[in-house]
């Protein structure tokens, strides 16, 4: 495996923040009519019975939209899956209870919301082969929210371990 310089912590929080910012200006924006106004009869039901578009109480039956990929819902989703690295931290640190330190990683996510690519910075001040191999393999299995732009996105994330 080759090494890849990762970014500090204040860099790749700015990788972040500037990741952010172009999935928002790419995001389409929701604009609302300034003078939409309710139907005037309390059925919600539009006046052609049926057809057209639908009325604002259809609206509210409809299935929430799934987040988009950003800085935000990535950390979320990887917060979600911190047991599968404490998990594997469990095991290396029961091999060497000394283990402890930060894991410099990148995360691909492709179109689909799935992990095309998990790299490891081999000069992370925690490098552990079998920890590593465990992570990774964890990894390849998390669904992320697929990127807004249908674009692989890739993302940086440091896993902070020690003994706790």
């Keep these: 495996m080759s090494t890849t310089n990762f970014p500090s912590a204040p860099s790749w ?3 972040l923040l500037g990741a952010a910012i172009l999935a928002l200006a790419l995001a389409p924006g929701c604009k609302k009519d300034a003078d939409s106004t309710p139907p ?3 059925s919600g039901l539009d006046d052609d019975a049926g057809g057209g578009e639908p ?3 259809d609206a509210d039956d409809a299935e929430p939209t799934e987040a988009a990929l950003d ?6 989703t990887v917060n979600d899956n911190m047991d599968d690295v404490g998990e594997c931290f469990g095991t290396a640190n029961a091999a060497n209870p000394e283990l402890k330190g930060t894991i410099d990683t990148m995360f691909t996510v492709g179109p689909d919301g ?3 690519e998990f790299k490891v910075n081999e000069s992370s001040s925690l490098n552990d082969e079998g ?3 465990c992570i990774t393999e964890k990894v390849k299995g ?3 929210p697929k990127p807004a732009s249908g674009e692989p996105t890739t993302l ?3 896993f902070n371990l020690e003994p706790g």
Aim: charged residues 35%.
């Design 13 to 15: 929080r700015r990788a």
């Design 40 to 42: 005037d009869d309390e």
């Design 55 to 57: 009325d604002a109480a």
């Design 71 to 76: 800085p935000s819902t990535f950390e979320e």
């Design 114 to 116: 799935k992990v095309s």
């Design 131 to 133: 920890l590593n191999a």
């Design 142 to 144: 998390w669904q992320f």
């Design 156 to 158: 940086p994330f440091p």
